[in-house]
């Protein structure tokens, strides 16, 4: 099934028929099969499928880090070959820089390209203030929570200004509470800044809180299997994960996902 | 096993100490009793003695400084050389394909076989001794850096290239500085493996240096300043070891093995 919101003008990134095949010894699997994804911008989209589905391969066929096997991405009318500042991608593991300070590693992307001075340290608080991070700049990554350093990771991705921002389950490694604080942390960011968010996760409570829009994927190979719309107003708030709606609509949701989960040999 | 390797600061300490005293007390009891013969093993204070009188009267200390400055000559020139090597042998598999043949053949033939070619070209001076280091250093640490490199994780890289990295600042900005706290522990490595191939090159020929006091003192039949030279490489050695640890913590207070 092919969901596209051809004929809006403001659509930023497009996934044409992507495929991806793995070749290991003449044996070929496919793990991802003809998707059709498109983003508008400013919209947060949620991807939600069953583990190994091969959601973080597609994020970063985006991220340009691995090439597709067959289709095209194309972002803002040009197609994606290699990777780019345009997307920032925001891992599930811990990848801020060890050897580089809180405000050292917000500011890699602007060093890597030559930003000036004034400007990049505007950009830096502006991120540190934003992230509640100002009273931990010089701090290295080690001396930081879980919580903290996912933070920073996106507040790096962010002062690159990206066209897109992909997150490949960011709160995934987090414990339950930390997790719920940073769900909220990216809401509030979102209604701030409106970057367009490609969000992907395993968690349906996390999708619904989250986007605008949440797309059920299929495992093996991977398709899509429906689109939700999610229908609450924003501001969003924890509570809302108590309500009927929510509730109601999740389960739906998660009904759909255990459908496509493939069978486990 | 963790549990098995909790020990307090001040605990570790009392133990070393407690290892050191098993050590001298048998070191004691073999040589105060006149077990042993004095010309195969001396006395703890008659080692002491004598290092003393070779620091006060003798040559120890423009050996000492011979020795080290050869090392540090030819570790350092090493340094030079294997830090590109290296990095360029970890991030190209086609620089790696070319090079790591002729650089494993290298490291296999042990130094000391080239210590006569080493004479026949250089003589028995500070060139020969410093070839002969730099022939059995450099290698090993070209490939112990083109392994810390290759073992750089995927995620950083995958991150710093998705910030828009170019290939030369992903080796600058992230390879590197990733590496280094690796290469300061292979550089204290390869000291420690430098002393063997000094004492070598100064045993086969020299005018100096501990391994020159080493083959001296067994010409004259001298079995304590042998041992006076053995101590004080075993102190020297012990002494750069500290270096090393302190100089980490200092360069490198990021890392989780520093406890800054």
Redesign the interface.
């Known amino acids: 099934m092919a969901f596209s919101f051809l004929g809006l003008k403001n659509r930023m990134l497009e996934l044409h028929h992507v495929s991806k095949t793995y070749t290991h010894k003449h044996h070929h699997v496919e793990a991802i099969k003809n998707l059709n994804v498109s983003v508008r911008e400013h919209e947060f989209i949620a991807l939600v499928g069953p583990s190994g589905c091969g959601k973080t391969t597609l994020l970063k066929m985006i991220a340009g880090l691995i090439p597709v096997s067959g289709g095209e991405i194309i972002l803002d009318g040009r197609k994606i070959m290699t990777p780019g500042r345009d997307r920032g991608l925001v891992f599930q593991q811990f990848t801020l820089f060890p050897w580089l300070s809180v405000r050292e590693n917000i500011s890699f992307g602007l060093e890597v390209h030559k930003v000036d001075k004034k400007k990049k340290n505007e950009i830096v608080s502006h991120y540190l203030g934003v992230t509640g991070l100002k009273d931990f700049a010089e701090f290295y990554p080690k001396n930081l929570s879980g919580g903290m350093q996912q933070r920073v990771a996106i507040a790096r991705t962010l002062a690159n200004n990206p066209k897109i921002l992909l997150m490949d389950e960011p709160f995934g490694s987090l414990d339950s509470q930390t997790r719920s604080h940073l769900q909220e942390f990216l809401t509030r960011l979102w209604e701030a800044e409106h970057t367009t968010i490609l969000f992907v996760t395993h968690d349906v409570g996390e999708a619904l809180f989250l986007a605008d829009t949440v797309y059920v994927l299929s495992g093996q190979p991977m398709g899509i299997k429906s689109v939700f719309n999610v229908p609450f107003p924003r501001p969003r708030v924890h509570a809302l994960k108590h309500t009927k709606d929510f509730f109601d609509l999740e389960n739906t949701i998660a009904r759909e996902l255990e459908g496509s989960s493939f069978a486990v040999d | 096993m963790k549990s098995e390797r909790k020990v307090s600061r001040a605990h570790y300490v009392v133990l070393a100490v407690f290892g050191l005293l098993i050590f001298l007390s048998g070191w004691s009891l073999l040589t105060y009793t006149g077990f042993v013969r004095p010309f195969f093993l001396p006395t703890p204070t008659k080692v002491l003695s004598s290092i003393t009188l070779l620091l006060t009267e003798g040559s120890l200390l423009a050996d000492i400084f011979a020795s080290v400055y050869r090392i540090l000559l030819g570790v350092l020139l090493s340094l030079v050389v294997s830090v590109p090597l290296g990095i360029a042998l970890g991030v190209s598999r086609k620089f790696e394909a070319v090079t790591e043949p002729l650089i494993a053949f290298v490291r296999y033939i042990p130094p000391s076989a080239f210590i006569p070619l080493a004479i026949i070209w250089f003589g028995i001076g500070e060139m020969e001794k410093v070839s002969i280091l730099f022939l059995g250093v450099a290698p090993y640490l070209a490939l112990l850096i083109a392994d810390i490199v290759i073992n750089t ?1 995927r ?2 890289v ?9 290939g030369k ?1 992903l080796i600058v ?2 390879v590197f ?2 590496a ?1 706290p690796g290469i300061w522990d292979s550089f204290r490595i390869m000291i420690g493996a430098a002393w063997t191939f000094v004492i070598i090159a100064e045993i086969v020929g020299a005018s100096s240096g501990l391994g020159h006091l080493m083959i001296e003192s067994q010409r004259f039949l001298r079995t304590d300043n042998i041992f006076a030279a053995i101590v004080v490489i075993g102190f020297l050695g012990l002494a750069t070891d500290y270096f090393f640890r302190i100089t980490y913590g200092i360069f ?5 093995k520093s406890h800054a």
Request: aromatic residues 8%; glycine residues 4%; negative net charge.
């Open positions: 994780r995620e950083l995958e991150a710093a290239l998705t910030l828009g990295a170019s600042q900005n992230v500085p990733n280094l490198f207070p990021w890392t989780e």
